[in-house]
């Protein structure tokens, strides 16, 4: 049942990351929305960012979205059996959303190899992505066991011959 949740978390990770916005905007010095911000920055940076970028999304349309798409992973996780696509599209979504930091990451990194040294030393990367996120990983390991998941609920499905 937790690795079901997976891509439950990612959705509600998401959602946080937008209400932690809003707190920062609220509130600017306020030591624990920005602890809050900083931590979930890193695992869902890029597909919040895109997710705001589309044509009419605000943060209050985005946040009902992914709490939306939350509480569907957690029906979805409840009866596995009763809708195997719909887990397999939700968990896979959700897998495609955490690997956007990887793939950003990796593309801030490579662009870094032109650069020499005493340009590296100089230069302020905190707030460059990165990888290494505790959090992060722990969410696309949990959110790709999820995808593995519902991959051999699937194919057990097809071998019994339910699904075709």
């Known amino acids: 049942m937790a690795i079901r949740l997976g891509p439950s978390l990612a959705y509600t990770l998401a959602a946080t990351l937008l209400v932690s916005m809003a707190l920062l905007h609220q509130h600017p010095a306020s030591p624990w929305a920005w602890e809050l911000y900083m931590t979930v920055l890193p695992a869902m940076r890029e597909p919040v960012f895109l997710l705001l970028a589309l044509p009419g999304m605000d943060g209050a349309v985005a946040v009902s979205l992914l709490a939306l798409a939350a509480l569907a992973g957690i029906y979805l996780a409840a009866r596995p059996e009763r809708h195997p696509r719909a887990r397999f599209i939700h968990a896979h979504l959700a897998l495609v959303a955490a690997g956007l930091g990887l793939v950003r990451a990796a593309s801030a990194q490579a662009g870094l190899a032109g ?50």
Do not use: E, N, Y
Request: net charge positive; hydrophobic share 60%; proline share 4%.
């Open 115 to 164: 650069l020499s040294l005493p340009q590296l030393l100089r230069g302020d990367w905190a707030l460059l992505p990165t990888i290494d996120s505790a959090l992060w990983v722990a969410l696309f390991v949990l959110v790709s066991a999820a995808c593995l998941a519902s991959h051999i609920a699937i194919i057990r499905r097809i071998r019994k011959g339910d699904m075709l």
